[in-house]
């Protein structure tokens, strides 16, 4: 079969099994971008311009399901990144309630379900980092109950409560709080998502959840050696716990030859007085300035797979999935340039021999069954206990 | 025809009353003063009548700070039973029923505190979550409502209606969305004051922030507020607007420090509005010493109350124990704890106040502040989207 073959047969697989992806930072973007204006940008039309995202290329990507980041910078602390938080699910509501015939809110894997039967994008949220919850178990429970289902215990910063993978050592994993902090996420349905943080913090956190847990967007260590994705012994934690992994498209993270080069490339953002994840059209214009001098070595749809093919060799076909981390990120893999690119991903792993049914545990079975499976632990540990209304001050002293 | 809607148990006030009576008053009218027969017997058949009316229409009440109280508390020694009766605290289910409570606003109010160290946001969803949870942990008397049509259905069930909020002002971070997310959460009262766009008088966001709280059907809340925010408000809300506990300033002990100015009662009216009268002594005394130490009395809120009554009109008056404390906290004489509104209702009667304005007092004006503001919220998401206007857009820019 050539390549035309393997994307036609991807396109074919998507349609009943779509995409259920990790990881898609929009929210931030219409925040940056147009102060969520969304008028401004209306997703219904092309904003290739602008978004990796929008209506017609979630389509021909074959999404399905997306988890929307609702993620806050992790230098916001306090009411500040409580308030962001808050405003970045404001935008996915709206979102939904603007384009009622392609999004549906979702909320559990029925819902999740329903959606692809009814030919709607299930919109599910996630929260990128325990700053998100200023140390307050309620407000956790405030999240999941406007609809939040994943929470990434950290972003780029550690916590007073858990170590991230790109900072310094700090409680050494999860502190005692961090731990309850778990065990809560386990009895509301929360999922854990154990992208972001540091190996210690994965294990831990792996010890004490009794929920699988999930990676929305990380890839393996084997393959590229970063800090951002999952170490063997972790992946190899996951058929027991039950949880899924879903690769990253992220080309710093994925492709070894990039790391030294998105060094450089922060270095030169800071210089000119710019955050290295500034996406903004001026952000991108340093980088573009950069890129001109400094050829960026490229990652491309082969890239993931190589990272796919080892997490499945180590976790099982039973524990992957995809994140993508559009519109979170400065550049992208050739190939899967932005939401309309996962059919290429799929055509790529036909070509390796890849069978329909391993693609759709990949694509949707494995995501689905991990939001159930949270749902129905959470059903139980609701049955023997009450909300935790333990505080980091009472825990950690 | 709403009001009959919300009625269905009107024609049964003579059974209701006989049920009741378990609590005759006539014990306490056998052993009052020999010499004061006559209004003893008018105040025992006025006890018994406010039992009827409370029965059909309990009381819907503006302001309870039980769930601030609790999180304080929260880690102490002593925990809380409410259902079979808690003598640390004001408010308890025993007490509750006693009392005829119908609907609460639940309180969500934090202090200054919180705000300065940012922490105003967490807190207020630390206290929704305490009430939902306080909701869900008493189903037998506690029902969540969001709305007038909940009100009348708790009732009809025996069950006290709970209304989050409200919420302070400074607590929704200047954010709308974050407003939004308060309402999404069940929050159905938000305070002005103390917010820095309602310091004197209304911001341009400030306006934007009424408006939003008109498309969410949340209630708006002027107890605290300045003067001129009052006004403002006023001025600006389609929606009728709540003091959810104050007293008159006219009958203040210090007039012009505190309480509601009689023409913003007039403004009130015009706007069908409710002003829910305290019961907080120092509401209702500014200046302890100048009455040496001696707390308010029952008569006293009747008094506030008849003010309100007489200047704002009958359908623009309500209740509010501003109950939720610790027992050893000043009380009212006479209204000590959430059992004592028949009380209340009895001097009024003794006052010579008609059933039906007893009735709008505990429940009509409340419930229809509710379904006035509910069904102006549908209209008006039929005309505005979300607003996502920012405080720095409307305010910095002109500083």
Same mark, same amino acid.
């Given at each position: 079969m050539g390549t035309e073959d393997y994307l036609e047969q991807a396109r074919e697989l998507l349609e009943d099994f779509p995409v259920v992806d990790g990881h898609n930072d929009l929210p931030w973007a219409l925040r940056e971008q147009v102060s969520y204006d969304l008028d401004r940008r209306d997703l219904a039309d092309d904003q290739s311009a602008h978004l990796h995202t929008d209506i017609p290329r979630l389509r021909a990507g074959g999404v399905g399901a997306q988890f929307w980041s609702v993620y806050v910078r992790s230098d916001m602390a306090g009411d500040t990144a409580v308030s962001a938080t808050l405003e970045q699910i404001d935008v996915v509501g709206r979102m939904i309630a603007r384009y009622p015939d392609d999004f549906a809110a979702a909320r559990t894997a029925d819902d999740m379900e329903n959606a692809?039967?009814?030919?709607?994008?299930?919109?599910?949220?996630?929260?990128?980092?325990?700053?998100?919850?200023?140390?307050?178990?309620?407000?956790?429970?405030?999240?999941?109950?406007?609809? =939040? !289902?994943? #929470?990434?215990? %950290?972003?780029?910063?550690?916590?007073?409560?858990?170590?991230? *993978? @790109?900072?310094?050592?700090?409680?050494?994993?999860?502190?005692?709080?961090?731990?309850?902090? =778990? !065990?809560? #996420?386990?009895? %509301?349905?929360?999922?854990?998502?154990?992208?972001?943080?540091? *190996? @210690?913090?994965?294990?831990?956190?792996?010890?004490?959840?009794?929920?699988?847990?999930?990676?929305?967007?990380?890839?393996?260590?084997?393959?590229?050696d970063h800090p951002r994705n999952i170490p063997d012994d972790v992946l190899e934690l996951l058929p027991a716990n039950g949880g899924v992994a879903m690769a990253t498209f992220v080309p710093k993270f994925i492709l070894p030859e990039a790391i030294a080069w998105t060094r450089a490339a922060d270095e030169n953002m800071r210089e000119h007085g710019a955050h290295p994840l500034d996406t903004t059209e001026s952000g991108m214009r340093i980088h573009r300035a950069f890129e001109a001098v400094n050829p960026r070595p490229a990652a491309t749809a082969a890239t993931v797979a190589d990272h796919l093919d080892h997490m499945r060799e180590v976790a099982g076909i039973d524990h992957i999935g995809i994140g993508g981390d559009f519109d979170g990120t400065a550049f992208t893999p050739e190939g899967l340039q932005d939401v309309a690119g996962y059919p290429n991903l799929v055509a790529e792993l036909l070509a390796r021999r890849w069978s329909p049914e391993d693609l759709a545990k990949l694509t949707w079975h494995n995501a689905v069954r991990v939001v159930r499976a949270a749902e129905d632990v959470a059903r139980v540990l609701r049955e023997e206990r009450g909300p935790s209304t333990a505080t980091i001050g009472e825990l950690d002293g | 025809m709403a009001d009959l809607q919300d009625d269905p148990y009107d024609t049964d006030t003579t059974a209701a009353a006989g049920d009741l009576d378990a609590t005759s008053p006539r014990p306490a009218a056998e052993s009052a003063a020999p010499t004061d027969t006559a209004s003893v017997a008018t105040s025992a058949s006025s006890a018994e009548r406010a039992r009827a009316l409370l029965s059909s229409h309990p009381v819907v009440d503006g302001h309870n700070c039980l769930a601030p109280t609790l999180l304080r508390r929260r880690g102490a020694s002593h925990s809380h039973d409410l259902e079979q009766g808690d003598s640390f605290l004001d408010t308890d289910m025993p007490r509750i029923k006693a009392g005829a409570l119908g609907g609460q606003f639940w309180s969500l109010e934090v202090d200054a505190d919180e705000v300065r160290t940012g922490r105003a946001v967490s807190t207020t969803l630390e206290l929704i979550d305490l009430v939902r949870d306080l909701i869900a942990s008493y189903p037998e008397s506690l029902r969540m409502a969001l709305g007038a049509g909940d009100l009348a259905d708790a009732r009809n069930c025996g069950r006290v209606a709970s209304l989050l909020g409200p919420v302070s002002g400074p607590a929704m971070g200047d954010s709308l969305a974050t407003l939004r997310a308060f309402h999404l959460l069940g929050v159905r009262a938000l305070a002005l004051a103390g917010a820095r766009w309602a310091d004197d008088g209304l911001s341009r966001f400030g306006h934007e922030v009424v408006r939003e709280l008109n498309r969410l059907g949340v209630v708006i809340d002027l107890s605290g507020a300045s003067d001129e925010t009052m006004r403002a408000t006023l001025a600006v809300t389609k929606a009728p607007a709540m003091f959810s506990h104050s007293a008159v300033r006219a009958l203040g002990d210090r007039p012009g420090d505190g309480g509601v100015p009689d023409d913003i009662l007039t403004l009130l009216g015009a706007n069908n509005g409710i002003c829910m009268v305290s019961f907080a002594p120092d509401q209702l005394t500014r200046d302890p010493a100048a009455r040496d130490g001696k707390s308010p009395s029952l008569t006293e809120v009747a008094d506030h109350v008849?003010?309100?009554?007489?200047?704002?009109?009958?359908?623009?008056?309500?209740?509010?124990?501003?109950?939720?404390?610790?027992?050893?906290?000043?009380?009212?004489?006479?209204?000590?704890?959430?059992?004592?509104?028949?009380?209340?209702?009895?001097?009024?009667?003794?006052?010579?106040?008609?059933?039906t304005a007893v009735t709008d007092l505990t429940w009509g004006n409340a419930a229809r502040v509710l379904r006035d503001t509910e069904f102006l919220a549908r209209a008006a998401q039929q005309r505005r989207s979300p607003s996502t206007v920012t405080i720095e857009e409307l305010d910095d820019a002109r500083r």
């Open positions: 692809r039967r009814t030919g709607r994008i299930a919109s599910l949220m996630g929260a990128e980092g325990g700053h998100s919850i200023n140390n307050s178990l309620a407000t956790l429970r405030a999240l999941y109950a406007l609809g =939040v !289902r994943y #929470m990434t215990l %950290t972003h780029n910063d550690n916590l007073a409560w858990a170590d991230s *993978a @790109t900072d310094e050592p700090g409680v050494g994993g999860l502190s005692p709080f961090g731990h309850e902090v =778990v !065990r809560e #996420m386990n009895r %509301t349905g929360m999922l854990v998502d154990l992208s972001h943080v540091a *190996a @210690t913090t994965m294990r831990d956190a792996l010890a004490t959840s009794t929920a699988p847990v999930l990676f929305s967007h990380s890839s393996a260590r084997a393959v590229c | 008849e003010r309100v009554r007489d200047v704002a009109g009958p359908a623009c008056v309500g209740l509010s124990g501003t109950y939720g404390r610790e027992s050893d906290t000043p009380h009212t004489v006479g209204l000590e704890d959430t059992s004592c509104y028949p009380r209340l209702i009895t001097e009024l009667l003794d006052r010579g106040w008609d059933d």
